[in-house]
């Protein structure tokens, strides 16, 4: 890898604690991969022959119906993993994954990286808390999609922000309204629709991508009831 592959991989939590000498053996696996704004990285169904963690940019994780319409399931940024999950369970990718903006990718391949946990089993352990961690934004993503209007799931999605971000008072949007739709299991004219009345109800106030919460008691009551 190029100078300063030791620095990115110290930023990423699954490998926070490790020895000098382990850092060493990534850097021997990873290869460093650049993308274009838009570029896929792996469609549904291909080998899952390794996984990537994002170095630099924004990518997201997506399913396509049949007739096109997109569902973004996760948005990952710098430092988060991406396909691991089919990589150890041995499985082609479940979905697609592709750059929102431009981005650098590590790239782990699957029987280099399963050999070298298997003398460090601490990597093991991270990731299985990777894994769990995972598992939990899924479990309450099927929750507000399944079971939460528009305007519980908008709420649910910025107060996730606001601990996300460690900021009770005014988060920030870090992919689009198009994107943020998708995400959310909407359409953007819905989304744009139920911000204006959330702000006319005093509850937030929208200037582009920054959102202040003005009333964050008024939105975990609506994450909770899901009715304006």
Do not use: W
Request: net charge negative; no cysteine.
């Amino acid at each position: 890898m190029p100078q300063g592959s030791h620095a990115i991989l110290a930023s990423v939590p699954l490998f926070s604690g490790l020895e000098p000498h382990d850092f060493d053996l990534l850097a021997e696996l990873a290869l460093q991969k650049g993308y274009k704004k838009g570029e896929m990285i792996f469609s549904e169904g291909d080998p899952g022959d390794g996984f990537y963690i994002v170095a630099e940019g924004q990518v997201k994780v997506f399913k396509s119906s049949s007739e096109g319409k997109e569902q973004i399931l996760h948005i990952f940024g710098p430092g988060e993993p991406i396909g691991e999950v089919a990589v150890f369970a041995g499985i082609p990718f479940p979905a697609n994954a592709a750059v929102l903006v431009k981005s650098t990718l590590l790239f782990f391949p699957r029987d280099a990286f399963t050999r070298l946990i298997a003398k460090e089993p601490s990597l093991a352990m991270k990731l299985l808390a990777v894994l769990s961690t995972r598992l939990r934004q899924f479990t309450v993503q099927i929750e507000n999609l399944s079971l939460k209007e528009v305007p519980g799931r908008i709420a649910s999605h910025l107060l996730f922000l606001a601990q996300e971000q460690n900021n009770r008072e005014q988060v920030t949007l870090t992919i689009s309204k198009g994107q943020l739709a998708s995400l959310l299991g909407t359409i953007p004219e819905t989304l744009s629709r139920i911000q204006a009345k959330m702000a006319s109800e005093g509850l937030i106030q929208v200037s582009g991508r920054e959102i202040t919460l003005l009333d964050f008691e008024g939105l975990e009551a609506l994450s909770e009831n899901g009715k304006l």
